[in-house]
Structure formats: structure tokens, C-alpha cells
């Protein structure tokens, strides 16, 4: 015997206060994250997470409609159903059927709507992947702020008929409190943004610039070297106000925003606008002051060359800077922008378009991008010239090359030696021109020699690291001996030891190809580069020249004569010819003689000489057959 007794109201019963249980647990967590959260992304993340976590939702989403596009964008989901994600996704994205999607409805009329069971309702286009996903009704509800749907809230549970009444009206609010955060939040941040950028152009203001620099001080440490700060500041502003009129005026300052960010290499964090006209900039990574106004000179020039247009006008816009150097001018951020702004002070009283902060590195850097200037001309006006030292035969004296030394012949001052100008040629690459055209130079010489009947002797020319780096270097080479058929005789290049060195490998290839055409190879500086005897064998060459600093050494102590000595027999056991550089006195030309040093260079015989002096003093007719 038993009683039977009929349950299901009563499981019905318990199950409703279960699921509002449920809810209620959800609004009133998201209560007390709306209150805690400061920031949009993490209320959104958070929310859903909620959702599934305490309300037992097989998924969320909060899709907010995007102001430009009005696309409804999904922003924060929770739920591991990536396929039906991105079913939605793509539903939400396409123009035919967003329209028609729950969430278009829900957003156009302002109302939740719900799905009690997504197998039979028509209006759930996604019917079959909510099936897949294990979803069985879903409500969406809108979120609004002031009046207007900005986005919408969708959960989704795998319980039929799970959205009633009763869960729909704990729902709403639920929706009401997350509408308010966005309101609250959005607007605590736009005076967030009010507070550290300036609205006209988007860039960082003063404090948020001070706050980034310092950091980048901090960040680099413990060498925050080539740092360096610009204040910019645009001429006659106020004219052009006055004249278009303000809004005229912050056109153009979105525009300078723009263009200067643009030739700073497009890093927005490293601008800053100060006030009215005025722009800040850090950069880092400056090898030196010299770089820096090289830097200020070609992005002035990018920035300010081209007209703005403004009001239908074509408006040319002249600024002025003022730099100041990490650390020589300050070791904070505070100290350096406001000494930037000392020197762009003292630049709008003068005719200069930027000032260092000392006057004594705005002097040094006028100078050295004066000479790189007039370098530059030096190019043009052809005014470099190649001076040529003898090399003689220590056994027979007879004049066996000549090493080709470039001068700069400067209008101003006179000849100037290669120490001056070679090291700034490399910096800015200017030597792969300057030694193009010594090459050119030295192999035209040696054929006038030639055709001239003289006794040529092939003329060595020294080549720049930048240059034998230069993956164009060998075709250079071909072009230069493509000139005559015998000017492959006259050419020697000479490539200093410790460049040879750097790389070994790359070396060795690029002066086999070299020695193929018929040109010959001489180690420059020998003995200053620490050459390994392993590699010194596998070198394609045909000469070391000595350094001067050993043939000094020489006479001066015995072990500077068994260097010498060393370095004689070594080249002789590898089948290369020596040459000694830097010969002064009888004493080191018996000396070298005696050790067996094939040649000589040096004041002894002759310093560097114009090229007519050398043909007169060195080259003789060659007596007729
Ligand atoms: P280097 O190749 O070692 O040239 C030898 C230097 O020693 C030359 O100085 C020469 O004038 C000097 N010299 C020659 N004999 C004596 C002597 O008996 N006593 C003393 N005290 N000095 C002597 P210079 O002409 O001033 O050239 C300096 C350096 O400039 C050269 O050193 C070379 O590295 C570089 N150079 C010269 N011309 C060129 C060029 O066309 N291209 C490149 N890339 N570098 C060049
Ligand atoms: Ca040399
Ligand atoms: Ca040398």
C-alpha cells in the first residue's frame, strides 16, 4: 500500500524560486560591481561573467552600437561557445540580415523581447546553432542612457521558458543598473580624458606629457642617454586667428598635430600640446647633439615645407624650437621641458629656428651641420682632390705604387685632411659618394699616366668600412674598371685590418671577387687588428702595410724590432708582399732593409703630393722600344 501524491507543482514551485534565487544573486552582484568598477571594459567583462558563473547562464553578451557605423558590436561575452559567438558575430556584421536580428529590434523599439523557446520561434535566426550550443530561450534586453538604446544585454540559458515575468522584471533592472554604469563611467571618463589630453588635437596635455617623459627618464635607466626635448612653437599664430577666426586657427593646430606626429614616426605618446600654439616632443635614442639637430632640421622641414590649408587658403606656417638635452640640461622632466621652453624663449627673440639649451652646444651643433653642409657642396663643386705618397722598392728604390690621400681643397680655409671630414662623411653617408669618386679619380689618373707614356704605377685607394659594407660596392667597382680595358692594372684598394676582422667570412668572399677583376688587395694598419693567424692565412691579399705606430717602435726598443721582424717573415710565409708606412728617418729605412721588408712609404721620400707633383718628381717617360 502507499499514497500516491502528485509533486509537479510543487518541484514547479521550487524550481521558480531556485531560478529567481539565481537572478536576484546576479543584480545584486552587478550592484555592487557598478559601484566598485571604474572602467567600462571591466564592468562589461565582468557583468557576464556574473551572469554565468552565479546565474547559471550558459552564456552573456553585451553588444554596445557603434556611434559611427550604428553596427551593433559585440563587446564583452561569457560563455565557452565560440562557434555560436562567432555566428553572431557575423550575423551582427552583415547589412542584409543585422536588421532583422532580436537585437535590432530590441535596440529600434526600446523594449526587451524573449524567447521562451528558440526551437519553435521563428524570430531566433540562429535556431540551429542555438540548438548545437545547448541555449533553449534567451532574452534581450536594451540598455539605456538618456532616453536612447546604446546597447544591448543578451543571456542565454539552456532552460526552456526559463525568462518569466517575475525573472524578466529583475532582469530590467538588472539592465536599468548596468545602463547607469555605462552613463556614470563614460562621463567620469571623458573628464579623465579632459583631464590629460587636449580635445582639439587629441595630444597628451602638459601633465600627462611630464608624467610619459618621466617614465621614459625611469624606464631607460641606468642609461637614459639621448633623450632629448622639443618645444615647438608656431610663428605669428595669433595673426592667423585674428584673421580666419578661431576655428581657422584650431584647424590648423589639428593639422600641425597631425603632421608633426606624422614625421616623428607616428608615436602619439611623444607629443604633447602645451598650450594655445605650443608642442612638446621627446625623443629617445639620440646618439648625440649633432643627431638631434639633424633630427630637428629634416622633420622641420618635412613638417612646415608643405602650405596648410586652411579656409581655402594656402597657409605656409614657420615655427621655432627650443631643445633640451638629457642630462646635460636637466635630470628630470620638469627641469628639461621647462628649460626646452627657455631655449624656444631666447629663439623667438632671435633669427635662429632652434636653440640648444647652452649656447655652447647650439654653437657646437651650428657648426658641425654647417660643415656637413658645405660637405655636402664640397661634392658638388668638386673641390676634393687626391694627393699621392710614393711607395718605393727598398732594394732597387724604384717608385712601385702610390697611395692616393684625399684632401678637401675648402675655399674658406684651405686644404683640409681627411681626420677632419671622413668621420662625418660616414656619419651621414656621404663617403659612399666621396669614395665612389676617389675610386673614379685614381683609376682616370692612372690611365693619363699611361697614355701619357709615363711609367703608371697602380695607385691604391683606401676604402671606407661603410663602403666594402655596401652590397653595391662590387658592382661599383665593375663600373669603374669598365672605363678601359687596362684600368683593372691601376687599381689597388686598401682595407684596414681590423675592418677585414668584423666579419671574416663576408670579408673573404667580397675580396676574392675583388682580386677576380683583376684589382689588388693591401691590409691597411697591420698589426692594429688583432687578426687571427687562422684567418690572416685564408685572406685573399696581396700586401700588409705595417703600421706606422710599429715602424716608430722599430728603432726605439728591441722588441719593437722583433715585432717588425715578425710581421716580415709572417707576410713573406703567407706569400704577401710588406709594405712599411710612415718611413722618417735613414735609421728605419737601413733597418727595414735589412729585415727584408719589400717596401717603403713615408715624409723620408715624400709626403702626399698634388697629382702634377707626383708625375713630375716620381714618374719618368718609359723609354721608347
Ligand atoms: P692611412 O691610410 O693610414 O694613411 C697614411 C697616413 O699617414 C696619411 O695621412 C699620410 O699622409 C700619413 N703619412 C704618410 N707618411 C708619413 C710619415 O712618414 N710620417 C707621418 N707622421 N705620417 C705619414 P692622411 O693623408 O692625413 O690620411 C689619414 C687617413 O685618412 C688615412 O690613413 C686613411 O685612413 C684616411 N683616408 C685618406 N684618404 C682616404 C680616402 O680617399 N678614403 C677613405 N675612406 N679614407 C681615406
Ligand atoms: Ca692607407
Ligand atoms: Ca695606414
Given amino acids: 500500500m502507499g499514497t500516491c501524491q502528485d509533486v509537479t507543482d510543487r518541484k514547479q514551485a521550487e524550481l521558480k524560486i531556485e531560478r529567481l534565487n539565481r537572478v536576484n544573486a546576479v543584480l545584486s552582484q552587478i550592484n555592487a560591481l557598478t559601484v566598485r568598477v571604474r572602467d567600462l571594459d571591466e564592468l562589461f567583462r565582468e557583468a557576464c561573467r556574473i551572469a554565468l558563473e552565479t546565474g547559471g547562464f550558459r552564456m552573456a553578451m553585451i553588444a554596445m552600437v557603434d556611434q559611427a557605423t550604428t553596427k551593433i558590436v559585440p563587446i564583452a561575452t561569457a560563455g565557452k561557445d565560440e562557434e555560436l559567438l562567432q555566428f553572431i558575430r557575423n550575423v551582427f556584421a552583415s547589412d542584409e540580415k543585422a536588421p532583422t536580428t532580436m537585437a535590432a529590434k530590441v535596440i529600434r523599439d526600446k523594449l526587451a523581447m524573449v524567447s521562451n523557446d528558440t526551437e519553435i520561434d521563428p524570430r531566433a535566426l540562429l535556431r540551429e546553432s542555438y540548438t548545437r550550443a545547448g541555449v533553449r530561450s534567451l532574452a534581450v534586453l536594451p540598455l539605456m542612457v538618456a532616453g536612447e538604446a546604446v546597447g544591448i544585454l543578451a543571456l ?54 611630464l608624467e610619459r617623459l618621466q617614465e621614459n627618464l625611469l624606464s631607460s635607466q641606468p642609461d637614459p642617454c639621448g633623450q632629448a626635448v622639443f618645444v615647438l612653437d608656431i610663428e605669428r599664430f595669433k595673426t592667423i586667428n585674428d584673421t580666419f577666426g578661431q576655428k581657422a586657427g584650431d584647424d590648423l593646430l589639428k593639422q600641425v598635430a597631425v603632421r608633426i606626429v606624422q614625421a616623428g614616426g607616428g608615436d602619439a605618446s611623444r607629443f604633447a600640446r602645451l598650450g594655445a600654439d605650443r608642442f612638446a616632443i621627446f625623443a629617445s635614442d639620440m646618439d ?201 692594372n691601376g687599381l689597388e684598394l686598401e682595407i684596414t685590418e681590423s675592418l677585414v676582422m668584423e666579419n671574416v667570412k663576408y670579408s673573404i668572399s667580397v ?115
Fill in 156 to 209: 542565454y540559458s539552456r532552460e526552456k521558458d526559463f525568462f518569466r515575468e517575475e525573472e524578466m522584471k529583475l532582469l530590467s533592472e538588472l539592465a536599468e543598473d548596468v545602463a547607469f554604469a555605462i552613463d556614470h563611467i563614460g562621463k567620469e571618463q571623458r573628464l579623465n580624458y579632459l583631464a590629460y589630453y587636449d580635445p582639439t588635437t587629441g595630444l597628451a596635455n602638459r601633465g600627462l606629457f
Fill in 288 to 488: 648625440n647633439a649633432e643627431q638631434v639637430g639633424r633630427y630637428v632640421e629634416q622633420r622641420l622641414s618635412a613638417t612646415f615645407n608643405g602650405s596648410f590649408r586652411i579656409r581655402d587658403n594656402d597657409l605656409y606656417v614657420l615655427v621655432k624650437v627650443g631643445i633640451a638635452l638629457f642630462p646635460d640640461d636637466g635630470w628630470d622632466a620638469e627641469t628639461l621641458l621647462r628649460n626646452a621652453e627657455a631655449a624656444l624663449k631666447k629663439a623667438k627673440g632671435t633669427g635662429d629656428r632652434y636653440l640648444f639649451f647652452t649656447k655652447a652646444m647650439t654653437e657646437r651643433v651650428a657648426e658641425r651641420l654647417s660643415l656637413e653642409h658645405r660637405l655636402r657642396q664640397a661634392i658638388d663643386k668638386e673641390e676634393f682632390v687626391l694627393h699621392y705618397q710614393p711607395k718605393l722598392n727598398l732594394a732597387t728604390r724604384n717608385v712601385t705604387g702610390a697611395e692616393a690621400l684625399i684632401r678637401w681643397n675648402d675655399p674658406r680655409t684651405g686644404l683640409i685632411p681627411p681626420g677632419m671630414f671622413i668621420p662625418i662623411l660616414e656619419e651621414t653617408g656621404l663617403i659612399h659618394e666621396v669614395g665612389r669618386w676617389a675610386l673614379y679619380k685614381a683609376v682616370e689618373d692612372y690611365l693619363r699616366w699611361r697614355n701619357a707614356g709615363l711609367t703608371a704605377v697602380r695607385i691604391a685607394v683606401n676604402v671606407s668600412a661603410l663602403q666594402l659594407r655596401n652590397r653595391g660596392f662590387l658592382a661599383e667597382i665593375g663600373q669603374v674598371l669598365g672605363i678601359d680595358a687596362h684600368a683593372e
Fill in 511 to 625: 675580396l676574392e671577387a675583388i682580386r677576380a677583376m683583376g684589382v689588388t688587395i693591401a691590409i691597411d694598419d697591420f698589426g692594429t687588428g688583432f687578426s687571427s693567424l687562422s684567418y690572416l692565412s685564408r685572406l685573399p691579399v696581396d700586401t700588409l702595410k705595417i703600421d706606422r705606430a710599429f715602424v716608430n717602435d722599430m728603432t726605439a726598443s728591441t722588441q719593437g724590432l722583433a715585432l717588425v721582424s715578425t710581421i716580415i717573415n709572417l707576410a713573406h710565409s703567407l706569400q704577401h708582399k710588406v709594405v712599411a708606412e710612415g718611413v722618417e728617418t735613414d735609421a728605419q729605412w737601413d733597418l727595414l732593409k735589412s729585415l727584408d721588408c719589400d717596401e717603403m712609404q713615408g715624409f723620408l721620400i715624400s709626403k702626399p703630393v698634388p697629382t702634377e707633383v707626383f708625375e713630375k718628381l716620381f714618374l719618368s717617360l718609359k723609354a721608347s722600344k
